[in-house]
Every structure is written in structure tokens, then in C-alpha cells.
């Protein structure tokens, strides 16, 4: 974890070196709270901060911010330290998949716990804006014009790409040969008969890992011909998991030879010592995950400040020391990763697939017949 260390060290003199050089504060979060939270900055509108210089409003300095997302609690830690150099507030992460923070946030609703929905997927943000009531609030970060024009999403009003992992099989080499199993190089090669058993993944219903692979397959396949692909598939898997890392985890120990799931994930644990070998598919799923702002946060305003953190160039340089792809052209992949530039990305339809969401969950079980795992 050096590496980790020295970096985080560097970004945090890179942002104390701008907070010192800026002349004035940018304007703060809207003044009112859209959502009932707290109140944001006052009603007179501060000079705004030059370009590329991110400031924190004095009156929102301090306090805390309640995360939910599947990040492990050690980059989420790396992540926010910069931010908590300069804020003086706290973010605590709350480690959850995306089908459980859904299911939370709607059972929250009337009294909602967290501030902030981080590492979620753009179908997934706009069923909880779609609920009745909405979970999340129309916010666009004050960032959003520094990152790469084809995350910025122009037609919506209340998210942006955050950052990027590619959807990938990986394997463990060591139990794939103690099998006497051949390497799957495509979609196609996952549906062999060699692999019956061998294959862990997560489930829709509970992960928007799997609800991205499984709906990736549909439109790649064309629908009718996708669920005979994924009844295939799921003769193959021999667990579903509840939660989207799960199956790295398993697959690195040796429990399964082959596993589904994103490319962070695979990064993390071989930064630890495993010895996870990723497969990218033609096409593949290479959708940004999103980010939003919590319907009725107890704390708004700050929480609106962290999202416009994240776009800047020390939170994405933290980002690609886990895993992530950067959403800004200015902030390099990470070390040994697969240049996006030669990936074959699929032109994922989130907007149909968040749509259909319900629809596409209520098929999978009934073509499947695998209810989701029980929590335990």
C-alpha cells in the first residue's frame, strides 16, 4: 500500500497548495434545501472560484456525511481524506451493494439516514428518482463541465459519470488448470458445457453488478434470443451471489475457477496479493457508475459538495489507485489496466434498462428459477 500512501500524500499538498492560491470562494450548494435537509449557504452569491479550483464555503465547513455504497471502507477512507483536509467533514461509509441501498433507501424514505448514494449505476439512479417518493433529488455537480464530454450525460438533469470499470470474467488460474478447463474468451464460451458449476456471479436483484451484465446480454443478444442465452448461463453458474465482489473474492480463493463481475475489484485483490487474470469481452459493458444526493438529507448541502469533490482531479487520481477508470481526459488509467481506446464498448441503453428494470428482474427469476440469495 505505499503506492496508495505517497499518492495520497501528494494529492493532499496538491489541494492545499489551491485552496491557498485562490483568491475567492466559489459559490456553495443551492441556499435552500430542495428536500427538506439542511440549509445551505447564505442568500448572497459568492464570487465563483477560477477554473479548476474546487473551495469549501466556510459556513459548510465541519460535520459529518453518511455514504452508502459498495466501495470497501478503505478506499472510500482514501477518497474523502483529501476532501476532509479541506472541509473538515467526515464521510462515513455505510458498505452496501446497490440492490440493498435501493432497497434501504426506499425503506428510509420518509426518514432518511444517509446524505449520499455513491457508485451507482445510471438505470439504477433513475428508478430511485422515479419512486414514489423520489429517493434521490435532481442534482448536477458544479464539476460537471471538467470531465470528458461522453460522461457528462447533457440530457439529464441530476447525474454525471463518476467512474468507470469495465465488466469482465476473470479466473484463477491455478484451479482452471487443476480442472482441466480452457480459458473463456467470449460470451459465447461461457454458455460450454465444460464450465456447468465452475462459474460464480452475483444476482440482478440484489447487485447492479449482475443487473448490468444480465442486461447487457439482452441487448447484445436481442431479447428473446438473450434469455435463452442467460437459462444457458445460469445451468453453468453454480452461486449467485447477493453481493457484486463476492464472487472475486471466491474466485481468488480457489472456491470457483471463473467469476463475473467488474474490473475494480479484480485490481483491489490482486494489489493484495492474488493472482486474478481478467478477460475483456467484445463488446463490453464500460458504463460509468453514477452518484447522487439523497432525497431529504440530513446534511444536503455537504453532501452536494462531496459530489462536486469527486469530479476533481485528486478524487479521480485516488479512484484510479482502486481500479477505476477516470472520467476526466486528464487523469491517466490505472497502472496495467486496458486503455478504454482499445476496448470494443457496447452502446449500453441505460435509460431502456432502467426503465424495465422491474420487468427484467421478475424474467430473470422466472427464467432461472433462482430466487435471490437471503441476506445473512
Given at each position: 500500500?505505499?503506492?496508495?500512501?505517497?499518492?495520497?500524500?501528494?494529492?493532499?499538498?496538491?489541494?492545499?497548495?489551491?485552496?491557498?492560491?485562490?483568491?475567492?470562494?466559489?459559490?456553495?450548494?443551492?441556499?435552500?434545501?430542495?428536500?427538506?435537509?439542511?440549509?445551505?449557504?447564505?442568500?448572497?452569491?459568492?464570487?465563483?472560484?477560477?477554473?479548476?479550483?474546487?473551495?469549501?464555503?466556510?459556513?459548510?465547513?465541519?460535520?459529518?456525511?453518511?455514504?452508502?455504497?459498495?466501495?470497501?471502507?478503505?478506499?472510500?477512507?482514501?477518497?474523502?481524506?483529501?476532501?476532509?483536509?479541506?472541509?473538515?467533514?467526515?464521510?462515513?461509509?455505510?458498505?452496501?451493494?446497490?440492490?440493498?441501498?435501493?432497497?434501504?433507501?426506499?425503506?428510509?424514505?420518509?426518514?432518511?439516514?444517509?446524505?449520499?448514494?455513491?457508485?451507482?449505476?445510471?438505470?439504477?439512479?433513475?428508478?430511485?428518482?422515479?419512486?414514489?417518493?423520489?429517493?434521490?433529488?435532481?442534482?448536477?455537480?458544479?464539476?460537471?463541465?471538467?470531465?470528458?464530454?461522453?460522461?457528462?450525460?447533457?440530457?439529464?438533469?441530476?447525474?454525471?459519470?463518476?467512474?468507470?470499470?469495465?465488466?469482465?470474467?476473470?479466473?484463477?488460474?491455478?484451479?482452471?488448470?487443476?480442472?482441466?478447463?480452457?480459458?473463456?474468451?467470449?460470451?459465447?464460451?461461457?454458455?460450454?458445457?465444460?464450465?456447468?458449476?465452475?462459474?460464480?456471479?452475483?444476482?440482478?436483484?440484489?447487485?447492479?453488478?449482475?443487473?448490468?451484465?444480465?442486461?447487457?446480454?439482452?441487448?447484445m443478444y436481442g431479447e428473446e434470443e438473450g434469455w435463452k442465452y442467460i437459462e444457458e448461463l445460469a445451468k453453468n453458474v453454480d452461486q449467485f451471489t447477493?453481493?457484486?465482489?463476492?464472487?472475486?473474492?471466491?474466485?481468488?480463493?480457489?472456491?470457483?475457477?471463473?467469476?463475473?463481475?467488474?474490473?475494480?475489484?479484480?485490481?483491489?485483490?490482486?494489489?493484495?496479493?492474488?493472482?486474478?487474470?481478467?478477460?475483456?469481452?467484445?463488446?463490453?459493458?464500460?458504463?460509468?457508475?453514477?452518484?447522487?444526493?439523497?432525497?431529504?438529507?440530513?446534511?444536503?448541502?455537504?453532501?452536494?459538495?462531496?459530489?462536486?469533490?469527486?469530479?476533481?482531479?485528486?478524487?479521480?487520481?485516488?479512484?484510479?489507485?482502486?481500479?477505476?477508470?477516470?472520467?476526466?481526459?486528464?487523469?491517466?488509467?490505472?497502472?496495467?489496466?486496458?486503455?478504454?481506446?482499445?476496448?470494443?464498448?457496447?452502446?449500453?441503453?441505460?435509460?431502456?434498462?432502467?426503465?424495465?428494470?422491474?420487468?427484467?428482474?421478475?424474467?430473470?427469476?422466472?427464467?432461472?428459477?433462482?430466487?435471490?440469495?437471503?441476506?445473512?
Amino acid at each position: 500500500m505505499k503506492k496508495r500512501t505517497v499518492w495520497l500524500a501528494l494529492i493532499v499538498l496538491a489541494i492545499a497548495a489551491l485552496a491557498v492560491g485562490c483568491a475567492a470562494p466559489a459559490a456553495a450548494p443551492a441556499a435552500e434545501s430542495s428536500s427538506g435537509g439542511e440549509a445551505a449557504a447564505p442568500a448572497e452569491e459568492a464570487a465563483p472560484a477560477a477554473e479548476g479550483e474546487f473551495m469549501v464555503p466556510e459556513d459548510l465547513k465541519g460535520g459529518e456525511i453518511i455514504v452508502y455504497s459498495p466501495f470497501p471502507d478503505e478506499e472510500i477512507q482514501a477518497l474523502a481524506e483529501p476532501f476532509t483536509e479541506m472541509s473538515d467533514i467526515k464521510v462515513s461509509n455505510i458498505v452496501i451493494s446497490t440492490g440493498e441501498s435501493l432497497s434501504r433507501l426506499k425503506a428510509e424514505a420518509a426518514n432518511p439516514q444517509a446524505d449520499f448514494w455513491l457508485s451507482v449505476r445510471a438505470a439504477v439512479v433513475q428508478d430511485a428518482l422515479n419512486n414514489d417518493p423520489p429517493l434521490v433529488i435532481e442534482y448536477k455537480p458544479s464539476t460537471v463541465d471538467e470531465i470528458s464530454p461522453s460522461y457528462q450525460y447533457p440530457d439529464s438533469t441530476f447525474f454525471t459519470g463518476v467512474g468507470m470499470y469495465p465488466l469482465v470474467f476473470f479466473y484463477n488460474q491455478n484451479v482452471l488448470e487443476e480442472d482441466g478447463l480452457d480459458v473463456p474468451e467470449t460470451y459465447d464460451d461461457l454458455l460450454d458445457p465444460q464450465y456447468e458449476g465452475k462459474i460464480v456471479m452475483p444476482h440482478p436483484a440484489t447487485s447492479g453488478t449482475a443487473y448490468s451484465a444480465i442486461t447487457s446480454i439482452l441487448q447484445m443478444y436481442g431479447e428473446e434470443e438473450g434469455w435463452k442465452y442467460i437459462e444457458e448461463l445460469a445451468k453453468n453458474v453454480d452461486q449467485f451471489t447477493r453481493s457484486g465482489r463476492a464472487p472475486h473474492r471466491l474466485v481468488a480463493q480457489g472456491e470457483y475457477p471463473i467469476g463475473i463481475g467488474f474490473y475494480d475489484a479484480v485490481y483491489n485483490l490482486n494489489q493484495e496479493g492474488f493472482e486474478l487474470i481478467p478477460i475483456f469481452p467484445s463488446p463490453i459493458f464500460a458504463d460509468p457508475y453514477t452518484a447522487a444526493v439523497v432525497a431529504g438529507a440530513p446534511n444536503e448541502a455537504k453532501a452536494k459538495l462531496f459530489y462536486d469533490y469527486l469530479l476533481t482531479p485528486p478524487a479521480q487520481a485516488v479512484l484510479t489507485e482502486y481500479g477505476n477508470y477516470s472520467v476526466r481526459e486528464d487523469v491517466d488509467p490505472p497502472a496495467d489496466a486496458v486503455p478504454l481506446s482499445e476496448l470494443d464498448v457496447l452502446d449500453y441503453d441505460w435509460a431502456k434498462w432502467g426503465d424495465e428494470k422491474a420487468a427484467v428482474l421478475d424474467k430473470f427469476i422466472e427464467v432461472t428459477q433462482i430466487q435471490p440469495p437471503e441476506k445473512k
